[in-house]
């Protein structure tokens, strides 16, 4: 239950991140480079090195791989966020969970009760709610990197989890460094080619670095949680990204002062009830 807690919290905390960067100019894609370079360093400090002779070669290409989708989406769900719109850039970003549930149900073959898929369903239209903003225009074309972002999401949910079940209880941060590894080198490639000079960028990659702390642990304590056995990952995924969208509220509120409207009200209150029903039918 800690480790779920830890992760809800420091994935929440990032929203501040995101949205003091956007207060303060701070370019992007520079950005996302300082912050996986933290999450390397981070990682490196508390493995006390690398030591990868636990992970077999099917566990690094698929942490490899993992990693060039980390920064596919990390960057689509920035680019969406700032062309296109918050409200549906999270919304694509947290109904991501469908394909994870999906996959534990279907091919894990976790029980999953009446409730429970009720709880699954009515987290759709909590996650709508919460993250519709007045003035967004939905159409096709404009969904089509939210739709991105959702697969990708899904995937990306999907594949820690089978990781997480192949790593046969021992540190999942070996599989990180990879991941963050492989992250920090897409985006490096990503930066040559848009012509992007990072090391120009003294400001926005401080501030990345910043950031890569909690995103290391973020995902660190999420795969300990998806490792303790205290939910199955079809009900730590629906718990996980409705805390989360909760939390994320509560601070936007504290500290940024956001507006709650009526409707990201009814949608907290719908998340709430999914939450109760998943932990407790």
């Not at 460094?177 to 490639?189: E, G, K, N």
Request: hydrophobic share 55%; charged share 5%.
């Amino acid at each position: 239950m800690i480790y779920l807690l830890l992760s809800v919290a420091l994935s929440a905390s990032l929203f501040l991140f995101f949205k003091w960067f956007d207060l303060k100019n701070i370019a992007t894609l520079p950005a996302i480079s300082g912050n996986y370079i933290a999450c390397i360093i981070t990682g490196l400090i508390m493995n006390q090195g690398v030591n990868f002779e636990h992970l077999n070669t099917n566990i690094i290409v698929a942490s490899l791989l993992l990693g060039i989708l980390f920064f596919a989406i990390f960057y689509a769900m920035a680019y969406s966020s700032s062309k296109i719109g918050v409200g549906i850039s999270s919304a694509a970003a947290k109904l991501s969970l469908m394909i994870p549930v999906t996959f534990g149900a279907l091919v894990l073959h976790e029980s999953f009760g009446l409730l429970r898929i009720f709880a699954l369903f009515l987290s759709i239209p909590a996650v709508v709610l919460m993250t519709y903003t007045k003035g967004e225009k939905w159409s096709l074309k404009t969904l089509l990197i939210p739709l991105i972002i959702f697969i990708g999401s899904g995937i990306i949910d999907t594949s820690l989890n089978i990781l997480q079940k192949n790593l046969n209880g021992t540190s999942p941060s070996s599989v990180i460094i990879l991941i963050f590894s492989m992250a920090l080198a897409s985006s490096i490639v990503f930066s040559i080619f848009t012509k992007v000079n990072l090391t120009r960028e003294y400001k926005s990659l401080s501030h990345g670095i910043i950031l890569g702390i909690p995103n290391y642990f973020s995902v660190h304590f999420m795969m300990l949680a998806l490792g303790s056995g205290f939910l199955s990952s079809g009900q730590f995924y629906l718990v996980n990204n409705s805390l989360v969208m909760l939390l994320s509220f509560l601070l936007a509120w504290m500290f940024f002062s956001e507006k709650i409207n009526f409707y990201k009200m009814l949608g907290i209150v719908i998340s709430i009830i999914s939450i109760y029903l998943i932990l407790f039918a």
